[in-house]
């Protein structure tokens, strides 16, 4: 018995740029169960970029529904959107999107000012996280002062430091070597296995796509595949 | 909310541009320091005058017919007599202190080979109680047997004992001078001094200043165009001047605003007036740039808005609301201006202090003054902050993540 944890029916996004109408995603079904791992793949402009907005609640879809842990975020205002990107999801970027000039503590740390965390506890939690992936000696560092594979590594600690269920990555490993490509792969299998994060990662190279359980195509707007990797489900 | 994170925030940013901070600031610490710098500079002049005013009383008044109302000159009846001085010492025992017909006489004399011209103020017994500033520092002040007799006695400043006699002690020699047509000879029985005062440059004068008893100046039956007094300082000045006229005129059987008084309060009521516009004015144009430099701060802040786009599409994506991204250059753009206006107080301040020891006035500094500069800094920056702030907030994040 797994839980639903994300449910979208009939989702449709339609950018309206004047002239002509672009519809980005097409009337989509999907759901994702609780502690699943997952790779959106698909050529560019095919919609998984706006598929992630919308999960991440960035952007709000044209007509739809879209549940999140069985609550329909579209009726959501826009400060209770911020709560849920705050509280709930964890956001990796392609370009890091690490904040320059602040230290890699500071960060980390960002989320749980917004999460209105006390300073103490904030500071605890995030050398903790940086611990967690490798970065202790690092926490005092700036942006400028860290390699991608680091970088990336201190985004991944900033995405869990409110203990979010859900972690998307949007091109995680796009601006990565191969080696530290492999190394931020294995801390989201890590995340999803040993912490039971849902785990959903946009990428467009298959061998990315591989680490994961479940892997949806897009084209056009359109899944036009879901498959299974391996066998899940058993939990 | 996160109103401490805000400031550090803020103060980082600062720190981050410490050049564009500190031109940004610029026009609000020009603006601040010369509105606190002219309020000062007003404010000690007004200190000065007061303290001028003071020093030859505050109690001294002069009443006089209103030229205004008197069509062909003076008239002798207009003239106020030594009966109505005496009337209105009668009428006020407890308001009038001293009060002598206001007589003044010019007239050259020589001593020796030593030329010079000697202005005569005509005065009674008790002046030298009443005129504060005034120090005998040799003989005595005329006093009342010399009023009493007419006796022709004379009481000189310094510089005059210096120049004539060539000694600062002249008490005992003697004067030649003509008064009404007649030739007189004076015995010096005082010198005096009066501190060197703000108007001595207004009033240039070639001649000695002296005092006689008024009664050697005096003509005919002693009628004067004026009387001066000096009054119970307790009471309310222009009050005591209303009823003095109010009376005067009606004995005299005039119009009830026949005469009019003039009071050293009243004087100093009117350069204050003058001084509060004057400085009122230049400040109003001052605070001009204050709103010059917070358009400068908006102008910085819609900069760093455009250049932080991305950085506000992260903090959006990581949980921040509109208010807490408002909030945050809100935040900066006071802080920015409150720095200036504490760096334009100081500045202010001192130049107010340097001008004002140039000039050896005392500085007078209102801190209502450095609180509403401050204040009024602060509330510029949020006036100013707010549309950038606001722009900022509402960026829609993808827009701004995707932001180059």
Redesign the interface.
């Known amino acids: 018995m797994t839980h639903e944890i994300i449910k979208i029916e009939g989702m449709t996004k339609v950018y309206d740029t004047g002239e002509i109408q672009v519809a980005a995603l097409n009337s989509i079904d999907l759901t994702i169960h609780k502690g699943e791992f997952i790779s959106i793949m698909g050529a560019s402009g095919s919609g998984k970029s706006t598929l992630m907005?919308i999960l991440?609640c960035?952007?709000r879809p044209t007509s739809g529904h879209y549940y999140l842990e069985g609550v329909d975020v579209m009726e959501k205002s826009?400060?209770e959107l911020?709560?849920v990107?705050?509280?709930k999801i964890g956001?990796v970027?392609q370009s890091f999107?690490?904040?320059?000039?602040?230290s890699a503590l500071k960060n980390v740390e960002?989320?749980m000012?917004?999460?209105?965390i006390g300073a103490e506890e904030r500071k605890e939690r995030a050398l903790e996280l940086l611990k967690n992936v490798g970065l202790a000696d690092r926490s005092h560092h700036m942006p400028n002062e860290l390699s991608g594979g680091q970088k990336q590594r201190v985004a991944i600690a900033?995405a869990l430091a409110?203990k979010p269920q859900i972690i998307l990555a949007d091109e995680p490993t796009g601006n990565l070597d191969s080696q530290s490509s492999v190394e931020i792969m294995e801390i989201f299998t890590q995340l999803n296995r040993k912490e039971g994060n849902t785990v959903i990662i946009v990428t467009h190279e298959r061998d990315i796509a591989e680490f994961t359980d479940r892997i949806i195509t897009f084209k056009d707007g359109n899944i036009i595949r879901d498959e299974y990797t391996r066998e899940v489900g058993q939990c | 909310m996160l109103v401490f994170e805000n400031i550090m925030l803020a103060l980082t940013a600062i720190k981050s541009n410490k050049m564009r901070s500190f031109l940004t600031m610029l026009g609000i610490i020009i603006g601040i320091s010369s509105v606190i710098a002219i309020t000062s500079i007003g404010d000690s002049a007004k200190g000065v005058v007061g303290k001028e005013f003071e020093s030859f009383g505050m109690n001294n008044m002069y009443l006089y017919p209103n030229w205004e109302l008197t069509q062909d000159g003076v008239e002798e009846s207009d003239l106020i007599t030594p009966e109505d001085i005496e009337a209105l010492k009668a009428r006020f025992p407890e308001d009038i202190l001293y009060a002598v017909p206001n007589v003044s006489a010019n007239s050259d004399t020589k001593v020796g080979r030593v030329e010079g011209k000697f202005s005569m103020t005509g005065v009674g017994a008790d002046y030298g109680k009443f005129k504060k500033n005034l120090s005998i520092l040799h003989g005595r002040m005329i006093n009342k047997s010399d009023v009493a007799g007419g006796k022709d006695t004379i009481v000189i400043e310094k510089k005059a004992a210096m120049n004539l006699f060539n000694k600062e002690n002249a008490v005992g020699e003697t004067i030649s001078v003509v008064i009404n047509g007649e030739m007189k000879d004076l015995t010096v029985v005082g010198v005096y001094e009066v501190p060197s005062s703000l108007f001595d440059s207004m009033f240039m004068s070639q001649s000695y200043s002296a005092y006689v008893p008024y009664p050697i100046l005096v003509v005919g039956d002693g009628s004067a165009w004026a009387v001066e007094l000096y009054t119970n300082e307790k009471k309310d000045q222009a009050a005591l001047g209303n009823e003095f006229v109010k009376y005067l005129s009606r004995i005299k059987d005039k119009a009830p605003n026949f005469y009019i008084f003039e009071s050293a309060e009243s004087q100093m009521t009117t350069i204050n007036k003058v001084l509060g516009t004057l400085s009122l004015a230049i400040g109003a144009i001052a605070a001009i740039s204050l709103v010059v430099g917070g358009i400068g701060i908006m102008n910085i802040m819609l900069v760093s808005v455009t250049e932080r786009t991305r950085e506000i599409g992260i903090r959006k994506s990581l949980g921040a609301r509109t208010n807490d991204i408002l909030m945050q250059f809100l935040i900066e753009s006071m802080i920015i201006s409150a720095i200036g206006g504490v760096i334009g107080t100081t500045l202010g301040v001192a130049i107010a202090a340097v001008g004002m020891s140039f000039a050896k006035i005392a500085v007078v500094i209102d801190p209502k003054v450095i609180v509403l500069a401050v204040g009024f800094s602060a509330i510029v920056g949020m006036f100013f902050g707010l549309y950038p702030a606001r722009k900022a907030a509402k960026l829609d994040p993808i827009e701004a993540l995707r932001y180059e």
């Open positions: 907005n991440g960035l952007d826009d400060n911020s709560a990107r705050n509280k956001f970027f999107n690490l904040i320059s000039r602040t960002l989320p000012i917004y999460g209105k900033r409110n």
